[in-house]
């Protein structure tokens, strides 16, 4: 079982950045696929970007690719997503989700999730 909490959400302009964070719980989080997920409101749930467990691989949605970078530190069980140049069609909830499958773009694939948080880009 893994427990997920994000944290960094806010409002921004357009053009800042905003960095969040994703700690983890209840397992080896060294050995777990991990990725962020986003929902705008009336819009399906869609993949922003992955790192597999070895750190080693990063994927990153077009929409996002030059603007957003996620890590994650194995020793503080902490994932990340740095987002920058935020544009307002980057407003929505933003979800840390754990796989036991390897890194995926479907949500599908993720058994665990975390409760979101709230990004909003807007002048």
């Not at 397992?27 to 922003?48: I, L, N």
């Not at 990063?58 to 030059?66: F, N």
């Not at 503080?76 to 890194?103: H, I, R, W």
């Amino acid at each position: 079982q893994v427990q997920l909490v994000e944290s960094g959400g806010g409002l921004v302009q357009p053009g800042g950045s905003l960095r969040l964070a994703c700690v983890a719980s209840g397992r080896t989080f060294s050995r777990t696929a991990m990725a962020w997920f986003r929902q705008a409101p009336g819009k399906e749930r869609e993949f922003v970007a992955a790192i597999r467990y070895s750190g080693g691989s990063t994927y990153y949605a077009d929409s996002v690719k030059g603007r957003f970078s996620i890590s994650k530190d194995n020793a503080k069980n902490t994932l990340y997503l740095q987002m920058n140049s935020l544009k307002p069609e980057d407003t929505a909830v933003y979800y840390c989700a754990a796989s036991d499958a390897g890194a995926s773009y479907r949500p599908s694939d993720y058994n665990y999730w975390g409760q979101g948080t709230q990004v909003t880009v807007s002048s």
